[in-house]
DNA sequence: GCTCAATACTTGACAGTGTCAAGATGTAAG
DNA sequence: CTTACATCTTGACACTGTCAAGTATTGAGC
């Protein structure tokens, strides 16, 4: 049970640390095994103890942005006014702040992953199912004051979460990229009038 | 200039082909130099004479890829009613279409290309731009009819092309996923009201 | 018809990648 | 001390993209 186990220490924990400062220096592409191994001092085999495959590390990885992920949204939230608005737009900002300062965690969260999920250890499954959810409940509540869009029970966080989700990928998340003509409205300039409940 | 030149004939659009195929059948990662070439009948090395390196050819088939987008899109505009919004929510509805019926096109055409696509041939850049601005035109025309949202010249299709991108990218394009508690609303109904120009 | 240069393709190699099998090494319990 | 076990290393395999060198086909000039 203690940190200190056998020759490394806590490895599992260093391999996440390392695939993320991957992601972060060289993009999706540079996230690979044997840099991560490399990285924490270990052999290239080392990891496979840890997970069970590649595709369980970027599954604990996207766990972990996840957490990272909540973070910037609550931030945000918490420099906000307590305004149903004002903290639905600080949820946003917080959303978006994530995709352009950790593009790359950003792009590996939301990139379609596919049967290979089957693959991936229960645990870390679970890990990573809970911390998504966990972000998703932030994005519910800030949408809860509202009248439901479209009189659909989800109509609200659907609609805020595909037009913030849209607008990080086509433009946040793209630094160089811009509107295809002209300059870029901001998101509070797109995001529709919602009247409160009742 | 006749098309059947050398051995092969015309390999180049035997090796988009071939990737298209590939990439319908496996999914994103089943995208190989090597299996195009098999695929198409020729050694592993060949298209290395076509395509400068794997991501000109994946620009070379991105832009297909557009133009089948664009397809999708013009149908289902066809088919629909004159009115400003039928014509709106059927570009949308056929971009929904594409992203369900053609999920690693849609995938790849997204994807965030890294610095990479500086090492594209030019020529095959130019046609990608081209096809691209073309699907966006389609968005844009459909938008024009009705008052900039915000108040911004661009707010309209911004705020449209998020909407229906992020819709996309979070529901349509994953088959299996649902909405994180519930039902899904149809697209229709979160799509916002939109107050004609003037 | 022949020569010759250019185009299209093949073969072979190289450094990467993920993954597996087998062995070595340290840890902890009996 | 011994034994079982978790951890890590070494080595191999197939696969990837890319490069260098060689071969074969095409087509133009004469």
Aim: hydrophobic share 45%.
């Amino acid at each position: 049970m203690s940190p200190e186990k056998h020759h490394h220490g806590n490895l599992r924990e260093a391999l996440i640390t390392a695939g993320i400062e991957l992601l972060e220096t060289g993009g999706l592409e540079a996230l690979t095994l044997r840099k991560c191994a490399a990285k924490a001092g270990v052999s290239h085999a080392a990891p496979a103890h840890h997970f069970n495959g590649l595709i369980s590390l970027k599954a604990a990885i996207i766990a972990r942005c996840y957490r990272m992920f909540s973070a910037s949204m609550d931030a945000k939230s918490r420099q906000a006014e307590a305004s149903p608005r004002a903290q639905l737009l600080a949820i946003c900002e917080g959303y978006l702040a994530f995709s352009r300062d950790h593009g790359a965690l950003f792009q590996i969260m939301f990139q379609p992953k596919p049967k290979a999920l089957a693959n991936v250890n229960p645990q870390i499954l679970d890990e990573l199912n809970a911390e998504s959810s966990k972000s998703y409940m932030i994005l519910r509540t800030a949408c809860a004051p509202f009248a439901p869009v479209g009189g659909h029970d989800q109509g609200t966080e659907v609609m805020v979460w595909a037009l913030v989700h849209g607008y990080a990928v086509l433009f946040a998340n793209q630094p160089d990229k811009e509107t295809p003509a002209g300059t870029l409205p901001e998101f509070a300039h797109i995001l529709p009038d919602l009247p409160l409940r009742n």
